[in-house]
C-alpha cells in the first residue's frame, strides 16, 4: 500500500488536499453528497470542478475505526484506483492506494 494523498477535513464534513501519483498531480475536494438511494455514494472527488471519483463511509471491523473507501477514475488510469481515507497520527487524513 503507498499514500498517494494527503487531506484536511474542514467544518462541513470535506475534505480537501492533494493527489499525487504518476499520471496526477492536483488539488482535489472530498464533499458529502446528498444519498438519493442506499447505493448512491456518500462523498464525490473532484478536482478542478471535474468529478473523477467516489467515497462510502466505512468502518474497520477489527478497530472500528471509520475511513473513506473510494474509487476513482481517470482517463490517464488503465483501471479505477481504490483507496482508503484514514486519519492519520496528526489530525491530517492520508490517503492509501490498494490493489
Same mark, same amino acid.
Given at each position: 500500500m503507498a499514500q498517494i494523498g494527503t487531506f484536511t477535513r474542514d467544518e462541513t464534513g470535506a475534505y480537501n488536499g492533494t493527489i499525487k501519483?504518476?499520471?496526477?498531480? /492536483?488539488? &482535489? !475536494?472530498i464533499k458529502p453528497c446528498d444519498r438519493d438511494n442506499d447505493r448512491a455514494p456518500d462523498f464525490r472527488v473532484t478536482a478542478t470542478g471535474v468529478e473523477f471519483g467516489a467515497g462510502w463511509s466505512r468502518t &474497520?471491523? #477489527?478497530?472500528? &475505526? #471509520?475511513?473513506? !473507501? %473510494?474509487? %476513482?477514475?481517470d482517463p490517464?488510469?488503465? &483501471?479505477? /484506483?481504490?483507496a482508503s481515507l484514514v486519519q492519520g497520527d496528526k489530525g491530517d487524513h492520508k490517503l492509501i492506494w490498494s490493489r
Open positions: 501519483t504518476l499520471t496526477l498531480n /492536483v488539488k &482535489a !475536494s &474497520a471491523r #477489527e478497530t472500528g &475505526a #471509520e475511513y473513506l !473507501s %473510494l474509487k %476513482l477514475d490517464s488510469f488503465t &483501471a479505477p /484506483v481504490y
